[in-house]
């Protein structure tokens, strides 16, 4: 289950470029500058840019360019240190409906510079002003009031699957995701026996069959692909790289792998962005692209989503694939959903506000969410993004700790046009150390959820979200 770290700080993707106008740079090495500023903004936020530069110069100055959707000119800020460089934006330009901003480096020894985005006043980055967010309050959460199932639609004996139980590294992992297929049939990857099983719809007791997976896929995101296919990522070495792999659905034979990203090094991808892992999300977007998580590191975007293959199913060029990475998750045909992004008023506070946003092609704002809660966000779900009657479902994830005892449960929420449309609770069910997705919305439009126990098996359990 690959989740956000709530108050990451995580640095965007490596850009290089010379700013338009600026002069020419004297040297090879570039400036390396990553940051910005969250997308999600109110009105009384204290809001700032941040940026880090890497330059190998202590004399980099940076400035700040901002301005509102009310205002032609932008306003010049300087960025200081002594860290980061930062700039306090001005409450009063916290009006209107959009701010833009672009940031300029120079370094006058080398004469090297940057802008950052690089078309500048004529492209500059935005964020969103939520003058009428939908305010939902959650109130404390009540650990221990959890939802019981609708239904179960899987089940499998502990001895039916494979676990990894290394006592002495403290090492626990078993089954970890589930899939939901068109037909409503129920995929369980079976990590550690490398194969996926099969339930046909309303037949939970047994698994109809099993498809194999590569050996290095089976702690792997799963995807559908088109025409009776499907996806998984497998790494490999010799060299060490991370590579998509598409199969046969039905006999699990290879169709082809291609590479992923231009390297893998067991995590970040050497020391450059975008970071690119081994057990991300692949997500597919409404028209059919296939998507596959990385972390940018710009402010509120803890994923960015590199494509990866075509709605054809043809593999993507890496450098078609670094260049088409967005930061958005695309929902429906049009309609992009930002968020989450948490707001604290300063940086040494718990969370207890995330904010979401649907927005269209033509980048306008059209309804936003403001979730506020007395008790601390923990950690956010990598659900796949999903609408449900034109409603994004969100999920959040509480902690508590008590008597050397942990606690974690999911609160379910369907972001409506009044508050929320629906919302419950749900344990964590799944056992061990699972770094993948538990839960999934369906194509009906319910919501699944994986158990796992190495005594008690397998189930999967369904749940309205009416």
Do not use: C
């Amino acid at each position: 289950m690959n989740k956000l770290l709530i108050l990451a700080t995580t640095l965007l993707a490596v850009v290089y470029f010379s700013a338009a106008g600026a002069p020419a740079a004297t040297k090879t090495t570039p400036l390396d500058v990553r940051g910005g500023m969250v997308h999600l903004l109110a009105r009384g936020d204290r809001v700032a840019a941040e940026y880090s530069v890497h330059s190998g110069s202590q004399r980099v100055r940076g400035t700040l360019f901002v301005r509102s959707d009310r205002q032609k000119v932008f306003q010049r800020i300087p960025l200081t240190r002594p860290h980061n460089y930062r700039a306090s934006v001005p409450a009063r330009l916290l009006r209107g409906r959009q701010l833009f901003y672009y940031a300029v480096f120079r370094d006058p020894k080398s004469g090297r510079s940057l802008m950052l985005p690089k078309g500048g006043v004529h492209a500059p980055a935005r964020a969103w002003i939520l003058g009428k967010a939908i305010l939902i309050r959650l109130g404390s959460h009540h650990f221990g009031q959890t939802r019981r199932p609708d239904a179960i639609v899987a089940r499998a004996g502990a001895d039916e699957v494979g676990w990894d139980i290394n006592e002495a590294e403290g090492f626990h992992l078993g089954p970890q995701t589930l899939q939901v297929g068109f037909d409503r049939s129920i995929w369980l990857e079976d990590s550690f026996n490398n194969r996926l099983l099969v339930w046909r719809p309303d037949t939970p007791d047994r698994f109809a069959r099993s498809v194999p997976v590569p050996y290095g896929a089976g702690i792997s995101d799963v995807a559908f692909g088109p025409s009776g296919t499907l996806y998984v990522t497998r790494k490999l070495v010799d060299p060490l790289r991370l590579v998509l792999a598409k199969l046969d659905a039905t006999s699990g034979r290879l169709l082809w792998e291609h590479r992923i990203g231009r390297e893998y090094a067991g995590g970040p991808s050497g020391d450059s962005y975008p970071v690119i892992g081994s057990d991300s999300p692949l997500r597919v977007d409404p028209d059919g692209t296939l998507r596959y998580g990385v972390m940018t590191g710009l402010p509120g975007d803890g994923w960015g989503w590199l494509p990866v293959a075509t709605a054809a199913g043809k593999p993507l060029p890496v450098a078609a694939q670094l260049g088409g990475i967005d930061s958005y998750q695309s929902v429906a045909s049009g309609l992009r959903l930002l968020g989450p992004e948490f707001y604290v008023p300063r940086q040494d506070t718990a969370p207890h506000e995330a904010r979401y946003a649907l927005i269209d092609r033509r980048g306008r704002l059209v309804r936003a969410w403001r979730v506020v809660s007395r008790t601390e966000f923990d950690f956010i779900h990598s659900i796949a993004p999903s609408l449900v009657g034109g409603q994004p479902v969100i999920v959040h994830d509480f902690r508590k700790s008590e008597g050397g005892r942990e606690t974690w449960e999911y609160e379910i929420l369907r972001l409506g046009r009044h508050g929320a449309s629906a919302q419950f609770s749900l344990p964590r069910a799944v056992w061990g150390d699972g770094s993948l997705d538990d839960l999934r919305i369906g194509p009906d439009g319910e919501l699944y959820q994986l158990a796992t126990s190495p005594t008690s098996g397998v189930s999967i359990s369904r749940y309205s979200l009416r």
